[in-house]
């Protein structure tokens, strides 16, 4: 994410300049400035605005950094009840911010809502036109596990997500329309105001890829602007920014040029804001806030971005875009409250399992009491806030949220749709968060994309909301509550229909990668390897056997050699249902239950009829099985510890071409072989020999080309899909 530098505040006299947090007291004579103390009034001042006794409850709460979830779920659900009640709490969590909050500079202190007038400069600007020619026409495409996304492809693939349950349908529509509209991707007419421009979620290469305007703020680093600009001349759009006031871009080198550009938020943001309302003059602008920082620096930040939006908002009437976070209680579509409520009704018995041994701290459900308005309408609210992330971040995010809403309200577009939680490299360097976040896909329907494929959908998101007039964010639209805006649009990715909390699922996700890369790989890789060695055995002992007895006729003791061994190794393979039910393995239940079904049928059947031992079927399963069972269970155990050869996959996906109807046809011609002895076997009228001939032999007629089917389209993806890597 893009970083703020700044004197941070510490009690005991450190040095304080900019933006910063109100004194809350003094110690020893130094004066404090409590992050908690001053969120917990700005939150009561806010819910004060329309409930005294929850602004009370807000300010008397003693254990904020703990407690501080139940009363931001409560702000949106008081809220929830008025239009004029979500605008009210807007409106008194902003003004205690800009009238408490302090900008100090020199030595001097100012409320911030005076430095704002007390501060008259402003920087030069830079301008940088890209290298790249505009292309005849825009194309959208979509980074996704590898591919990139376009058209046809682009289409299914947002199909699926909204099939899932990782967007909403809003969101597929919204992108899919963006598509289609290849007019609306030419963004060289658009002019972006990016603010925090090298985040690492935010849109800056995606906009400059469309030929789009930008007027990038971020932080005075040579080493910042050296990518930024670098960025820009490598494409087909343009980019602005702030220079030190007085300097001349034409005398500049590119070292002075890097060492010049940009400003600071926290410390020259009067003059950011003098310089922002003068640049570009007479062009309409998008102002979108990206600017991350952890801890008591996210408000500052936030705040320092707000006070930008505010001042485009009002003198330019900029459109506003910010990305919601999935963590955050939100107002929800009533289709998202009930899909959670269904993933609740058949989630699995261990997810179940864990709520009950956990006395309800892990795997809550999902689903909070709806909201009923003043005018009688149902709301429906998803709290996906999470606890370790602290107050100051549920603040800062809630800050966003405020101004969107009276934005909108002055007459403003706003783009504001949630996204999801994303793999970038700053969250995966967090160990627990990269395990949960790998883990998250055992909680339907959770899926935690790059940021590659986020930042793109999210752009997209943004160029829909700017060209459709029908949506949420346009003040045209009419809306029961200003909550509503970020309901619609949402790449959540699966948080507001998972039949758990947020919360409640990141303790159980670290925990079963954990057992999945401890206990399971471990077993797996034993599990495969001792299957290995036992078809191996198998086959070495068939072939002896056969090459021993080649044209003669001791067919009558070939099981004795072999099929004591056949017998133990693919009853062994039972354990592959269970793998796939548990998770272990990503494969289909159904599946794999229906091919190890009929192989335990049929070797258990010939173990037991001895007049089946002799029969030539079993030449054909034996070697139809082990051959294929050695190269199956070697190619696993090697993918688990490292990349199997080329040769190796290719041999693990096409054997079967041949060998699996070779199998079918042993089994069919023993199931056969085994109706004379079993037609005086039954019960009630009714032999096990026309139950062979009535239930089991017609399950084949179906079930070979579903198999087969299966395993061809397995092959084409992963021998396909090598082949393109290859030619690239």
């Known amino acids: ?72 779920v409560k702000s949106v659900e008081l809220s929830a009840r008025t239009p004029e009640a979500a605008i009210k709490v807007a409106r008194a969590g902003l003004d205690y911010m800009y009238d408490h909050f302090e900008f100090v500079r020199d030595g001097k202190k100012h409320v911030l809502r005076d430095a704002l007038a007390v501060y008259k400069g402003s920087f030069a600007t830079g301008f940088v036109q890209g290298d790249k020619p505009k292309p005849a026409s ?23 997500w909204t099939r899932l349950g990782v967007c909403e349908l809003s969101c597929g529509a919204a992108i899919s329309q963006v598509a289609q509209a290849k007019p609306w991707l030419d963004l060289s007419d658009r002019y972006f105001v990016l603010l925090g421009a090298g985040a690492a979620m935010g849109p800056l290469q995606v906009l400059l890829a469309l030929g789009a305007n930008v007027i990038a703020v971020d932080l005075n680093l040579p080493k910042i602007w050296e990518r930024l600009i670098g960025l820009a001349k490598a494409s087909c759009g343009t980019m602005t920014f702030p220079l030190t006031e007085g300097c001349e871009q034409a005398s500049l080198s590119d070292t002075d040029l890097y060492a010049a550009a940009g400003c600071n938020l926290f410390t020259q943001t009067p003059e950011i804001k003098n310089w922002l309302t003068c640049v570009h ?109 602290g107050p100051n971040y549920a603040l800062a995010k809630r800050m966003q949220h405020w101004r969107c809403m009276i934005a909108r309200e002055g007459g403003c577009i706003i783009s504001s749709n949630v996204a999801p939680s994303t793999r970038t490299a700053s969250v995966t360097q967090n160990k627990n968060f990269a395990y949960a976040y790998a883990m998250m896909h055992n909680f339907k329907p959770y899926e935690i994309p790059g940021p590659e494929t986020s930042n793109a959908v999210m752009t997209a998101l943004l160029i829909h909301d700017l060209n459709n007039p029908m949506h949420p964010g346009n003040p045209q639209m009419p809306l029961a509550n200003p909550q509503q805006i970020f309901s619609h649009g949402a790449f959540h990715g699966g948080t507001w229909r998972c039949a758990y909390t947020y919360d409640s699922i990141g303790v159980p996700s670290v925990l079963l990668y954990y057992i999945q890369n401890l206990l399971v790989k471990n077993y797996l890789i034993a599990y495969n390897a001792v299957q290995t060695i036992g078809w191996s055995f198998v086959l070495f002992l068939a072939s002896s056997f056969y090459l021993r007895h080649f044209g003669g006729a001791a067919a009558a003791s070939q099981w004795e050699a072999y099929g004591r061994s056949l017998v133990t190794f693919q009853n062994l393979a039972a354990l592959e249902v269970a793998h796939a039910w548990t998770g272990m393995v990503r494969a289909p239940v159904s599946t794999t239950a229906m091919q190890v079904a009929s192989r335990l049928a049929v070797v258990n059947l010939v173990d037991a009829l001895p007049e089946l031992q002799a029969h030539w079927g079993c030449l054909l399963i034996v070697f139809a099985w082990s051959i294929t069972e050695t190269i199956r269970y070697s190619w696993y155990a090697i993918n688990m510890l490292l990349k199997p050869s080329a040769a190796h996959t290719w041999l693990r996906y096409s054997t079967f071409i041949v060998l699996y109807p070779m199998g079918v046809l042993g089994e069919v011609m023993l199931w056969l072989a085994s109706l004379p002895a079993l037609g005086p076997i039954g019960a009630v009228g009714f032999s096990l020999a026309s139950l062979v001939k009535y239930a089991v032999l017609p399950l084949y007629v179906p079930g070979l080309p579903l198999l087969y089917s299966y395993l061809l389209s397995q092959r084409s993806k992963v021998l396909g899909k090598a082949a393109k890597k290859k030619d690239v």
């Not at 005991?12 to 404090?32: F, M, R, S």
């Not at 950094?65 to 139940?70: A, E, G």
């Open 1 to 72: 994410p893009c970083c703020w530098v700044a004197h941070h505040v510490m009690p005991g006299g450190a040095k304080i300049d900019g933006l910063t947090w109100p004194v809350t007291g003094t110690a020893d004579g130094e004066e404090q400035r409590s992050t908690q103390e001053t969120g917990k009034k700005i939150l009561a001042a806010a819910i004060g605005a329309i409930d005294e006794s929850a602004g009370a409850a807000v300010a008397n709460e003693r254990s904020w950094r703990f407690k501080y979830r139940k009363h931001f």
């Open 138 to 160: 825009f194309e959208l495409a979509v980074p996704y596990n590898g591919q990139t996304l376009t058209g046809d492809s682009l289409q299914q693939q947002l199909d699926k």
């Open 281 to 389: 003059p007479g062009k309409q602008l998008c102002v979108g806030g990206y600017a991350y920082l952890v801890g008591d620096l996210f408000p500052r930040v936030a705040l320092a971005m707000d006070v930008l939006i505010q001042e485009l908002t009002e003198k330019r009437k900029a459109s506003v875009a910010f990305l919601c976070t999935p963590t955050d209680c939100h107002l929800v579509p009533p289709a998202a409250y009930t899909a959670a409520k269904q993933n609740h009704a058949k989630a699995p018995l261990w997810q179940r399992l864990l709520t009950v041994l956990s006395m309800g701290k892990m795997c809550v459900k999902n689903m909070r009491k709806p909201v009923t308005t003043l005018s009688g309408q149902t709301l429906y609210v998803c709290d996906a806030l999470v606890g370790p992330q």
